[in-house]
């Protein structure tokens, strides 16, 4: 049910998922709710709550610790289920940090491939896989309106954002990384100030300076860098986000 | 000098493997235990017993009151499967080919160094590869970023 406006657009229920070891999501419920979301935290044990949401974020943090792989449980939690039917159907689904690296082992970015299987992976740091926090700055890679979500950005958008991983090195087979250039899966990546894309401004040895991952609808965004703690110039991205599912 | 292997597994219990047993249940793998552990190649002209010794003295691998380490060989047997990272041929340092196409060379200087995975199915048995294989594909190594090797 509408139940707030974000400029003159209704605005429709989000749920942003807590797994166990979720960290990020009450500042994520709070930035989408100052931008007008109707968005809720939705804990593991409701997850029978989702179906009936608009759109969904996976925030960040720890999920299951992290065990095997980053990502790799939460993956398969029975929350997934409702995620994963309702991103096939077309709902927006919005994943930062840890929740961008469960899009990945889901399978549901960068979905280079017909159905759904993992291709890619947000995985340790290189060259050393230590544990990265600094602040970065994204850049918008695509046009605007390749995803719903992205569509109240300005062409080449750039703002900053707090790169706190061990964990997100874009990794793929070769031809993989080619299939997520041509299909323009590369949603974001790290840029300096002055707009220059490199080595320099990529804090993790990201294959293709990729920050953020789009799947082929344009549904679903995957995100490694914490946008939502440099307010208000990096939530740009929420609020687009928020914009994208009113209009949904 | 030759190529000795050791395994160093926890002494307590392993919230990981318990964690993969429930998710490939889950999956829908039929098995009643997992086991997991880390498999270094170390080379060492010394006997098996000093070999020990030393993994125990490396506090960056090997926690006393946690671990224990054992030599063992460097294949997988029955029921195991390894699994190490592979890249960063995926990362940005990777060059391209002269259609323009990203080329794979740079590997991490990881090749000795694997988790393994044991599986047991509900008698107690290690598990056939063709259980392996599935557990491999659903969880157990993401082809991305990781290899996974069988038994023969």
């Keep these: 049910m509408a139940s707030a406006v974000a400029g003159n657009l209704p605005v429709k229920r989000i749920a942003v998922l807590v797994f166990p070891g979720t960290n990020s999501e009450d500042e994520t419920v709070r930035l989408l709710q100052l931008y007008g979301g109707d968005a809720e935290l939705v804990h593991w044990s409701r997850s029978a709550a989702l179906p009936q949401c608009a759109a969904y974020v996976l925030a960040g943090g720890f999920a299951y610790e992290d065990r095997i792989r980053a990502g790799a449980i939460a993956a398969h939690d029975a929350m997934m289920e409702s995620v994963i039917d309702g991103a096939v159907r077309g709902k927006l689904v919005f994943g930062v940090c840890n929740g961008a690296q469960i899009l990945l082992e889901a399978g549901l970015v960068p979905g280079t491939e017909a159905g759904r299987r993992v291709t890619a992976a947000f995985t340790k740091n290189a060259p050393t896989a230590a544990f990265v926090c600094k602040r970065v700055r994204l850049k918008l890679a695509v046009d605007p309106e390749r995803s719903p979500i992205t569509a109240s950005l300005e062409a080449g958008a750039m703002f900053p954002a707090w790169a706190a991983h061990a964990e997100g090195r874009l990794a793929a087979r070769p031809e ?42 344009g549904n679903v965004l995957a995100v490694m860098p914490h946008a939502e703690r440099v307010y208000p110039q990096g939530s740009v991205l929420f609020e687009s986000f928020v914009k994208a599912v009113a209009r949904a | 000098m030759s190529r000795h292997w050791v395994e160093v597994r926890l002494t307590v219990p392993d919230a990981t493997a318990f964690t993969a047993l429930a998710a490939l249940r889950r999956l829908g793998i039929d098995i009643s235990r997992v086991e997991r552990g880390s498999v270094y190649g170390i080379d060492s002209s010394g ?101 996974a090797e069988l038994p023969e």
């Design chain 2, 47 to 147: 006997s098996d017993a000093a070999l020990l010794e030393s993994v125990r003295s490396d506090v960056s691998r090997f926690n006393i009151n946690l671990h224990d380490a054992r030599t063992r060989d460097g294949v997988p047997g029955e029921g195991e499967m390894f699994v190490r990272e592979v890249g960063p041929s995926t990362s940005l340092r990777y060059a391209r080919d002269d259609n323009g196409s990203p080329s794979t060379s740079l590997r991490y200087a990881q090749d000795d160094t694997f988790v393994v995975w044991r599986l047991f199915d509900e008698e107690g048995r290690r598990v056939s590869r063709e259980v392996l294989e599935r557990a491999r594909d659903a969880l157990l190594c993401n082809a991305a970023c990781e290899e």
């Design chain 1, 176 to 217: 993989t990384l080619a299939s997520i250039e041509q299909g323009q899966h590369v949603a974001f990546v790290y840029a300096r100030e002055n707009g220059t894309v490199d080595d320099e401004a990529t804090p993790n040895g990201s294959a293709l300076h990729c920050a953020g991952l789009l799947n082929r609808e």
